[in-house]
């Protein structure tokens, strides 16, 4: 038997996932970078911990695996879109790597809409202008610590600087950057004039060259094989942005379905041959099926918000579960579950990296008094996150005529009242891949074309792909979300012209 190699790095968990060549996964590790917060709205990870995290994984998985590192015929990677991981001429990070959930560039898509640039740039990026994204980012090291992009050698996203860590080959894979209004979507290339308008020029011979999902961008250097536990020369494939591998991991190579991640980020995204051009969805970007565009609605607003709470306001819980062995998301599952549908009337907002369309809102409770539980409040998180995801939902179905279910990965998948909660607001079928670590899986997808074992990712998803569950909405419980749901949107829209000010007073 032969096998693939994925390596995934979201905006928590490094991973590395080894399955076979049909798909089924051998061995898993993973580990934790702290997030850094070195000033409000900053969220950054150290790069050089990063690469050893990831090289630590791949080891143990080898280890874990007992599979002889010849046989691994392919490596490739997923990574977190967004953020920004600069490396120096000096053969060193440039700076910390910073994560999707910064919010540190917010005045950049304000100050681009204010003066006509963003107009400008949807013309050909077919997106609009995030706070998170690189070219604000960019902006912000240009005005702010201008010496730092003058030391940059190489401007990366983070699945592109740990391939480069593994290789030593440069590139910077198309998903990923087509997503960073650093791309002219039409040409599928770097536009001079996007660094004009946006005053990068000095960036220009900073950006990687661009390659494809499947293409091979260089091989496991022996410096790297002897972290990692691979074998020297093992190819390594572009790979692709988080969202693409979770989609392409749960079949979606054609446009029936629509793909839900709820994990740090609230992804929301359908394929189509034809990009949303008039503005009313958040993101077009380039999918990792050539002739495919990639439609998203996206924020930081998903399942991270429950591992807050619980470091939050269940401290004690948390303790008690580690003297005893109990699973903490157990317990806040059985909290949620014991609660009914209608039988609470909190609505949360879950914003603590920001809200769905506006990077200053905060996190919110609305509608608690002395009465409530923690099991009523925590039924409120679950169902504030879904909600938030039904926002950019709505939008997504109303430029599709038919949907026949929806796809979810992420965290949230571990939780089986969690999914019926995502069912029942949605109004749709969930259906739930067998594999869980999706990120991983579609870049060992990648991984197999790029090796030649799958001629087309759709090839390798035919193959590898299994739906493991179906979730039915249950009818009863469709028309109290529905009427919940008018309610949070009331209330998010209400309090969205009070987050300047309380940004400006948070300052203060």
């Keep these: 038997m032969e096998y693939l190699l994925g390596i995934d790095n979201g905006g928590t968990y490094t991973k590395a996932v080894l399955f076979d060549i049909k798909g089924k996964e051998i061995a898993h590790a993973s580990a934790q970078v702290p997030l850094l917060t070195p000033a409000p709205q900053h969220t950054e990870r150290d790069m050089e911990e990063l690469w050893q995290a990831n090289a ?21 990677f997923s990574g977190h879109g967004k953020g920004l991981y600069l490396w120096g001429r000096d053969g060193r990070p440039a700076w910390n790597g910073i994560v999707s959930t910064d919010g540190r560039a917010s005045e950049y898509p304000l100050r681009f809409q204010d003066d006509g640039t963003a107009q400008k740039l949807f013309s050909m990026t077919c997106q609009r202008v995030l706070t998170c994204q690189p070219v604000s980012l960019l902006c912000w090291f240009r005005d702010n610590h201008p010496q730092v992009l003058e030391n940059t050698q190489w401007i990366f996203g983070v699945k592109d600087y740990i391939r480069y860590r593994m290789t030593g080959v440069a590139a910077a894979e198309i998903t990923d950057l087509s997503g960073s209004s650093l791309v002219n979507l039409g040409t599928a290339s770097y536009d ?60 979606i190579t054609d446009s029936e379905n629509l793909a839900v991640i709820a994990g740090t980020w609230s992804i929301n995204e359908y394929i189509s041959t034809q990009p949303v051009l008039d503005g009313s969805v958040m993101m077009n970007s380039l999918y990792c099926i050539p002739g495919y565009y990639l ?12 591992e807050w709470f619980i470091n939050m306001f269940l401290r004690e819980e948390k303790e008690r579960c580690m003297r005893t062995g109990e699973n903490i998301y157990a317990l806040t ?9 209608d039988g609470q009337n909190i609505v949360f907002l879950p914003y603590i990296f920001g809200g769905n369309y506006n990077s200053r809102a905060k996190a919110s409770f609305v509608g608690m008094d002395s009465h409530h539980t923690k099991e009523q409040i925590m039924r409120a998180v679950f169902e504030g996150v879904a909600f938030c995801h039904m926002t950019h939902l709505e939008k997504l179905l109303q430029n599709r005529e038919h949907t026949r279910a929806v796809r979810l990965a992420g965290g949230v998948c571990n939780s089986a009242v969690w999914v019926q909660i995502f069912a029942d607001v949605f109004g749709l079928p969930i259906e739930i891949i067998r594999t869980k670590e999706l990120g991983a899986f579609g870049a060992a997808m990648a991984a197999g074309v790029a090796s030649g074992y799958y001629e087309s990712l759709e090839s390798a998803a035919r ?16 028309p109290i979300y529905r009427k919940k749901y008018e309610q949070y949107k ?6 969205e012209p009070y987050w300047d000010g309380f940004e400006q007073q948070s300052q203060a």
């Design 295 to 306: 439609i998203e609605e996206s924020s930081p607003t998903s399942a991270a918000n429950h």
């Design 56 to 76: 630590e994984v791949v080891r143990r998985v080898m280890e874990k695996s007992g599979v002889a590192p010849r046989l691994v015929k392919g490596v490739s």
């Design 192 to 251: 001079p004039e996007i660094l004009r308008l946006t005053g990068l020029v000095m960036c220009a011979d900073k950006l990687p060259p661009l390659k494809y999902s499947t293409e091979i961008c260089g091989f496991v250097t022996e410096e790297a094989a002897v972290l990692t536990g691979l074998a020297p020369g093992t190819p390594c494939a572009a790979g692709m942005f988080d969202i693409d591998a979770c989609a392409v991991a749960m079949n």
């Design 333 to 341: 599952d059985r909290m949620a579950k014991s609660v009914l549908p």
């Design 490 to 495: 009331k209330i998010a829209d209400a309090l």
């Design 463 to 478: 193959t590898m792909v299994q739906v493991e569950r179906i979730v039915q909405p249950i009818a009863a419980n469709i």
